[in-house]
């Protein structure tokens, strides 16, 4: 099939067969989100709302695009913007990775970038202070909103849901990293629908306070978050399992050494949740073993300041188990 441009290739992302000999009770499979043009599966939402803003008048083309993200959503609102013609600005913090902040400048967003944490420790709760002083600001100025923003649920709903319906005659499992929330609460909703019986087990970080959790220093982007995002109340979650920083550096390494998958941190995550889980509750090997499905969002490309730079990667583990013994 041939496309007038790169960014209309969104969705339609593979799906790969993950052995796990040591759990012969489930069959694992892992969709590759970061074939998305962008690298992400947020180039699903990005693509959508911008899509859903234009269509319903909600924006013109006079309209200042706003964005609070240091990672994957502000690199494909950046793209997608830029490609429907809208001024952005991506509103970020100075954890932002350097590459990632290249490519949201290469794409065309102008970047401003908070300088101090909040009462958190993060610079999550600053950047959306920043967000609403620009809105304040600039006339005829659009707060995209990946925390609240309705849209952001029904991006996954009517795209990643429907293939994964696509995909799979049944599913007894689907394990999410969760950040912005968007992703969980339409995938979930939808395929709960589909297949009423399926668990949606949601993996967090430590150092999240998304599920109840106190707040601590994170240093892996990608998954977790410093707020609760409002989107998350329409999410149909059954389960949640807690993982450490140290057990996703090693999960990534091990997707990249036994399956040949460069993946970001939040599959580490991800992975590494669904062994612990089925460790936890093993499931008794059958004709039939439970189906489980799991997403790879974006490329190891992303963390190779980080969870693929071997010298990073002690100093951390060093400095982790020195805490851990305070």
């Known amino acids: 099939m041939i496309h007038e441009h790169i960014l209309n290739t969104v969705g339609k992302t593979p799906v790969i067969r993950l052995p796990l000999e040591e759990f012969p009770g489930i069959n694992l499979y892992g969709k590759l989100e970061f074939f998305n043009p962008t ?33 994957n959503f502000g690199i494909a609102l950046s793209a997608y913007c830029k490609f429907r013609g809208l001024k952005f600005i991506c509103v970020v913090d100075p954890h932002i990775s350097p590459l ?25 709760l600053n950047r959306i202070r920043k967000v609403n002083q620009l809105k304040k600001e ?21 795209t990643l849901g429907v293939e994964l319906i696509e995909d799979f005659d049944h599913l007894d499992y689907l394990f999410l990293g969760i950040s912005s929330g968007g992703t969980v609460t339409g995938l979930s909703r939808r395929l709960k629908e589909k297949f009423p019986n399926i668990r949606i087990i949601a993996v967090d970080i430590i150092g999240s306070v998304i599920f109840g959790h106190p707040p601590k220093k994170r240093y892996i982007p990608g998954i977790g ?16 399992v807690m ?17 040949n998958i460069y993946a970001g ?23 039939k073993p439970n189906e489980v499905v799991t997403l790879f969002p974006d490329r190891g490309e ?7 730079n071997d010298e990073w990667c002690k100093n951390f583990k060093e400095n982790h188990s020195e805490m851990k013994k305070l």
């Open 39 to 71: 690298g992400s599966v947020k180039d699903r939402a990005a693509a959508y709302v911008i899509e859903k803003l234009l269509e319903n008048g909600e924006i013109d083309q006079d309209t200042t695009m706003i964005e609070s993200s240091s990672g």
């Open 100 to 124: 990632n902040e290249m490519l949201i400048k290469k794409f065309g967003a102008t970047v401003v970038k908070v300088e101090h944490p909040d009462e958190n420790g993060g610079y999550l």
């Open 138 to 158: 600039i006339s005829n100025s659009y707060w995209v909103n990946q925390y609240g923003n309705p849209y952001n649920a029904e991006a996954y709903y009517y």
């Open 225 to 240: 978050s410093s707020m609760v995002p409002e989107i998350l109340k329409m999410a149909k979650i059954d389960d949640v």
């Open 243 to 259: 993982m450490d920083e140290v057990t996703t550096i090693d999960m990534c390494h091990e997707l990249l050494s036994r399956f």
């Open 265 to 287: 941190g939040s599959s580490g995550s991800a992975y590494g949740a669904i062994k612990k889980y089925f460790t936890d509750h093993p499931v008794t090997q059958t004709d």
């Open 302 to 308: 992303r963390y190779v300041y980080t969870v693929y």
